[in-house]
């Protein structure tokens, strides 16, 4: 999952877990190990190779150093970089979006098949959008098929039972691919049962169907998702871009005045470096949400939301269905409408102001200090002047 952080400007810069420090301290190093290793050999080199500037070779040398500097003005990498960054951030919360929560379903669910004789079926089809989750996920996501390597796994899970094994196993030779589907079929073979035996409601199996296709549609894309990348040849134009781009740098930002002792590149190419950063973090980013079910920091953290959905799909099922709703208590805006209600029966009591402001009892006085406001009407034209008599009147809410 991504990581959770909070604090001021300084805390944020020091973590180092899903950091821009983490991500880009190799390329780093091995940079400035370039650009010192060309800064210490060159005058050397020059100094050996042409002691007494005959040849030209530190004139040849200054002047490609000042045409790589202006390469790196002709490549568009801000664009580049933006344009790449912002479809993969905007594919990577599809892909989040695709996680289909199995509450909605089971919530119709209960109430298609409210009775206590329904529990075994309720259970059962809890336990198979589950089982569903396990087989999907595992072939997308890294960490989920770390934890079942095999099916096997899946029964040791209690997922999966061993006649529903040989059955998934007899169904994937003819059917490659279908595995994943089978549960979410057994589904609705159980649903059907149970409405044929007169223990479900029939007024809300439309609606039930409808979360089960919705249900099952989350996991198609999340196939495709999976399946269909983004174009190899726009991530090599931007790996391209950024890294020739540094590649120029090595030679465009070499300090080519000796003389001035006062120039700060002179000892560290410290805007260099911050550009480095900045570009190399921002091409790393693109790498890293393009696959956002691996082993990486910011990858959605798999194993744990199917931990979160069995506990809450079970509860609901079993738990929550069999407990009564708690019986009816006088709470506080209860108690408030009738006494309001007891005053304008009675004449003769006191007319006190209510307390009750935007449905709830109004305990703060800053609360509501700044409500909202509507700021966008439109002219209600070719209208009756007798009817709309002034400003106010003359416009409407267009919302």
């Known amino acids: 999952m991504t990581i959770s952080y909070s604090g001021n400007f300084f805390r944020l810069l020091l973590r180092w877990k899903g950091s821009i420090w983490r991500s880009v301290w190799r390329e780093l190093f091995f940079f400035l190990f370039l650009f010192y290793a060309i800064r210490f050999t060159a005058p050397h080199f020059f100094d050996w190779a042409d002691p007494d500037e005959t040849k030209g070779y530190r004139k040849i040398f200054k002047v490609m ?53 329904s529990r075994p079926a309720r259970h059962q089809i809890a336990r198979y959008l589950n089982l569903t989750s396990a087989l999907a996920w595992r072939d997308v996501s890294t960490k989920i098929r770390l934890r079942f390597p095999c099916l096997r796994n899946i029964i040791d899970a209690g997922l999966l039972t061993e006649k529903e094994y040989e059955k998934l196993q007899d169904i994937n030779e003819p ?40 249900f099952r549609i989350s996991f198609r894309r999340l196939y495709c998702h999976d399946w269909v990348c983004v174009p190899l040849v ?5 790996a391209l871009a950024t890294y020739s781009y540094f590649f120029f740098c ?57 931990d979160r959905n069995i506990v809450t799909s079970f509860t609901i099922v079993d738990s929550l269905q069999d407990d009564d709703p708690p019986k009816f208590e006088e709470d506080v805006f209860w108690k408030h409408h009738s006494e309001q209600q007891q005053m304008h029966q009675n004449m003769f009591l006191p007319k006190v102001p209510s307390s009750l402001k935007w449905g709830r009892i109004d305990l703060s006085r800053n609360a509501h200090k700044h409500p909202p406001k509507l700021h966008t009407y439109l002219e209600m034209k070719n209208q009756d002047p007798e009817e709309y008599k002034n400003r106010k009147n003359n416009k409407f809410i267009a919302w």
Request: charged residues 20%.
């Open 65 to 117: 150093c000042n045409e790589f500097h202006e390469y790196t003005k002709m490549i568009p990498l801000t664009f580049l970089l933006g344009f790449y960054v912002s479809n993969v951030v905007s594919r990577w919360w599809r892909q989040f979006e695709c996680l289909k929560w199995p509450e909605d379903f089971l919530s119709i669910l209960c109430l298609l098949l409210p009775s206590k004789e």
């Open 234 to 238: 726009y991530t090599q134009v931007a």
């Open 250 to 306: 090595l030679f465009g930002r070499q300090d080519l005045n000796h003389d001035d002792f006062y120039s700060l590149d002179s000892f560290f190419p410290l805007f260099t470096v911050v550009q480095f950063l900045f570009f190399v973090g921002w091409f790393k980013v693109g790498q890293d949400l393009m696959r956002p079910f691996g082993l990486d920091d910011d990858d959605f953290e798999l194993s744990y939301i199917l």
């Open 175 to 214: 059917s490659p691919g279908i595995r994943w589907l089978t549960p979410l079929h057994w589904v609705q073979q159980l649903i059907d049962a149970e409405i044929a035996a007169g223990r479900g409601s029939v007024n809300y199996v439309s609606v039930a169907m409808n979360e089960l296709k919705a």
